[in-house]
Nanobody, 124 residues
């Protein structure tokens, strides 16, 4: 079992930055691929970014490429999402997720563990 706890959300003006963190505990998640998803009010949960277990290969949804950076520190069992040049359309609850496979995935159903979410609000 893996427990995930997100932090770092908040209110920021458009053009600003936030750094989300996700602390993993329990069964080691070092080999697992991890990802960030988000869900805006009235919308379905959508993929944001993912990173492989050991090699650090990353993938992003098109709308955040060049603005967001996903990274991980396996020694600390932590996942991060650096968000720059934020836009009002980035407003959502952001979720950290882990899957029991080292391979990348942008599909929410392939992730086995989820955090409780952290709210990000970008004002115009």
């Amino acid at each position: 079992q893996v427990q995930l706890v997100e932090s770092g959300g908040g209110l920021v003006q458009a053009g600003g930055s936030l750094r989300l963190s996700c602390a993993a505990s329990g069964r080691t998640a070092r080999r697992y691929a991890m990802g960030w998803f988000r869900q805006a009010p009235g919308k379905e949960r959508e993929f944001v970014a993912t990173i492989t277990g050991n090699s650090g290969i990353t993938s992003y949804t098109n709308s955040v490429k060049g603005r967001f950076t996903i990274s991980r520190d396996n020694a600390k069992q932590s996942l991060y999402l650096q968000m720059n040049s934020l836009k009002p359309e980035d407003t959502a609850v952001y979720y950290c997720a882990a899957r029991t496979s080292p391979a990348l995935s942008s599909t929410a159903d392939t992730y086995n563990y989820w955090g409780q979410g952290t709210q990000v609000t970008v004002s115009s």
